[in-house]
């Protein structure tokens, strides 16, 4: 069993008025901080995944740096492809794989593909992943009902606004 937390990146530019591309969209200044208040408070809730994986894509890289940071565990911190664009239960399998040996895994990436696969990991039902938000899922095997939904924590339960 692998402890996943899937992290969804913080408040970003708005994607109608960002010029450049989208993949290099940054976090808001708001986002930035709240995603400090969040490390705080996962920090003192005790999180220490062994990996932190992170999809390339500015806003989400920017967020896994900051809660690496904070939880101490810059050290850490990993880039995969994988968690761009299409992220799946399929992907979520292979980064499990590369990381076998890791009991807790933090996953730092996007919607709608995040909502999708906690969804499918747990047999179904609707999971709305808001920005910030961070849920916990108990994986016995990445594949459809191969997990367990442990908490899903909103944004301003984590300290965010």
């Known amino acids: 069993m692998t ?9 970003a530019e708005n994607r109608a008025e960002w010029r450049g591309s989208d993949d290099e969209r940054p976090l808001t200044a708001e986002g930035e901080e709240a995603m400090r208040r969040e490390a705080e408070a996962l920090r003192a809730l005790g999180l220490a995944p062994d990996v932190i994986v992170t999809s390339p894509l500015a806003r989400a890289r920017r967020t896994a740096e900051i809660v690496a940071e904070g939880l101490g565990l810059s050290g850490r911190l990993v880039e ?14 292979q980064v499990l794989t ?54 899903l924590l909103t944004p301003p339960l984590l300290g965010s606004r």
């Open 98 to 151: 590369a990381h076998a040996g890791a009991g807790a895994v933090m996953v730092v990436g996007h919607e709608p593909d995040f909502s999708a696969a906690v969804a499918e990991l747990i047999g179904g039902g609707e999971i709305v992943m808001k920005k910030g938000g961070l849920a916990r899922v108990d994986v016995t095997a990445p594949a459809a009902g191969g997990g367990e939904l442990v908490w």
């Open 3 to 11: 402890r996943v937390y899937f992290l969804r990146h913080g408040k």
């Open 80 to 93: 995969d492809e994988r968690l761009a664009h299409g992220f799946d239960v399929r992907r979520l399998e």
